[in-house]
């Protein structure tokens, strides 16, 4: 039993491994960082990952916490903003009041994939946790148990 543990556990590792990577900046292709570098100047803290065919770059502006998904061919695909409370839209605020009254916000992200905007809200609450998906219009796309 033992044995298998061990087996699986060392699966587990090669696996996490094989699906994300961090790399040195001078590994990026210079298009994604170019891409990277012309929208975000001001970025600090860099990181880089290769996730499957994607570079994800997780950086800071000022002290704002930033991940970005950049294809190959240096489109950004996805990016995802640590914001604010007071920064979600009212009616995503009136939704949660409303249908997660007994939970508090934790944590707020503003994502963009593909020029549409959604808004992620971690909720903890006395039985449990939620991630909720918002459009800006305060609409629910997804609510899940966070763990």
């Known amino acids: 039993m033992k044995k298998l543990i061990i087996i ?12 994300a990577q961090d790399i040195p900046q001078s ?29 994800k770059v997780d950086f800071e502006i000022g002290t704002r916490d930033h991940d970005i998904w950049i294809d190959k061919s240096g489109n950004i695909k996805k990016h ?11 009616e995503i605020v009136k939704k949660i009041e409303k249908d997660f009254g007994s939970y508090k916000i934790d944590d707020t992200d503003k994502i963009e994939v593909d020029g ?32």
């Open 80 to 90: 995802k903003e640590d914001i604010a409370k007071k920064e979600l839209p009212q």
């Open 27 to 55: 590994q990026v292709p210079s298009v994604v960082l170019n891409s990277f570098q012309v929208k975000f100047p001001n970025a600090t803290d860099i990181d880089w990952e290769l996730k499957g065919d994607q570079y």
């Open 8 to 19: 699986l556990l060392a699966a587990w590792v090669v696996n996490v491994n094989a699906n």
């Open 116 to 147: 549409k905007v959604v808004y992620q809200v971690e909720l903890d609450g006395a039985a449990d946790d939620r991630k909720v998906t918002f459009t800006a219009g305060g609409e629910v796309q997804e609510n899940v148990a966070d763990r």
